[in-house]
């Protein structure tokens, strides 16, 4: 589907940034590029879609180079989300989905059917969000909309550069599952950029973990994790501590417990961990949950302690820093 046969890149006043990669990405499949700051993996995103152009070696697209390739048709068929999301903010969520459809000419009714299909494909009622302005949105719902942006004239390839980093862990969790759960659906090829070794092992069918513009290995995630190639990958890699995994009395502070009003059905057990707060807060409706030891309340955790101890637990989530 993509191959990188001997690429690099070298930018004006001589600095390598990508140097001498290879490798080949599988129809289907979430191909995860991930490194520490300034490694070359966003670079070597970009110049799949050529919004920067190689200056050494071969990129391939089905087996045909991109230089030869007419820009325009090569990016058409190359669905793109960022980080910034960047919808339009003037124009309406249906309008900001069919702008690719658009250009290429599709029919309005093609168009108007595309847009209620991708919409109900990421959980958003088309009758609901279809007329909406971008403001008008969560973060996460913005970012689902870039999501399905990028889907809209059904193209074979996805690029994904940083697309959930901005967002609280919470929404950038839900977000990741929903990529598994859509790529499951799909099946398009998706080259993915992500500093968060989690998300790389979460996502990615194969990972290809970069350092100072070299690949240092490529494997599945199993594959790095018993076999990492040298100290640095080990390193990157860290002791994989899974904060989603910590008990859920861990978030609770030190001091006795204030007076509470919770119903029993908004109990939790103080061994639940992180992860099952989370799914029970979410069927609830209430926005904390009691916490009992036995028969002994012990305190009160929402939506507020679990962000804030995510967040806390940032550095065990991330092999580097972002680029």
């Not at 908004?266 to 009992?292: C, F, G, I, P, W």
Request: glycine share 8%; with cysteine; proline share 5%.
């Amino acid at each position: 589907m993509i191959e990188f046969a001997n690429v690099s890149k070298v930018f004006n006043g001589g600095t390598k940034a990508v140097n001498d990669v290879s490798f080949k990405v599988k129809e289907g499949e979430i191909f995860v590029l991930i490194g520490p700051s300034g490694c070359g993996k966003t670079t070597t995103l970009k110049m799949i879609n050529r919004l920067i152009d190689s200056s050494e070696g071969t990129i391939r697209v089905h087996n045909e180079n991109i230089q030869d390739m007419n820009i325009k048709k090569l990016r058409w068929n190359i669905g793109y989300v960022l980080q910034q999301i960047a919808l339009f903010p003037h124009m309406t969520i249906k309008e900001n989905i069919a702008v690719v459809p658009e250009l290429i000419k599709w029919p309005q009714e093609k168009i108007d059917k595309r847009v209620d299909e991708l919409l109900e494909m990421v959980g958003l009622d088309p009758g609901t969000y279809r007329d909406r302005k971008p403001d008008e949105l969560s973060g996460g719902q913005q970012q689902r909309i870039g999501v399905v942006r990028a889907l809209a004239g059904d193209p074979d390839i996805i690029l994904m550069d940083e697309p959930f980093s901005a967002l609280d862990p919470i929404s950038r969790e839900q977000l990741q599952e929903d990529i598994k759960k859509l790529q499951e659906e799909i099946k398009k090829t998706v080259v993915f950029v992500t500093h968060d070794i989690e998300e790389a092992l979460k996502l990615g069918h194969h990972i290809c973990l970069m350092k100072d513009g070299k690949v240092v290995q490529i494997g599945a995630p199993a594959e790095l994790l018993e076999n990492p190639a040298d100290e640095f990958v080990k390193e990157f890699l860290g002791d994989r501590k899974d904060p989603w995994a910590e008990k859920v009395s861990s978030l609770l502070p030190d001091e006795a417990p204030a007076e509470h009003t919770h119903t029993p059905a908004s109990k939790v057990s103080s061994e639940a961990t992180v992860r099952e707060a989370l799914e029970q807060l979410k069927h609830s409706s209430e926005n904390s949950l009691a916490v009992y030891e036995g028969e002994t309340y012990k305190g009160d955790v929402g939506y507020k302690e679990i962000t804030l101890y995510l967040e806390r637990n940032q550095s065990t989530l991330k092999g580097g820093s972002s680029l």
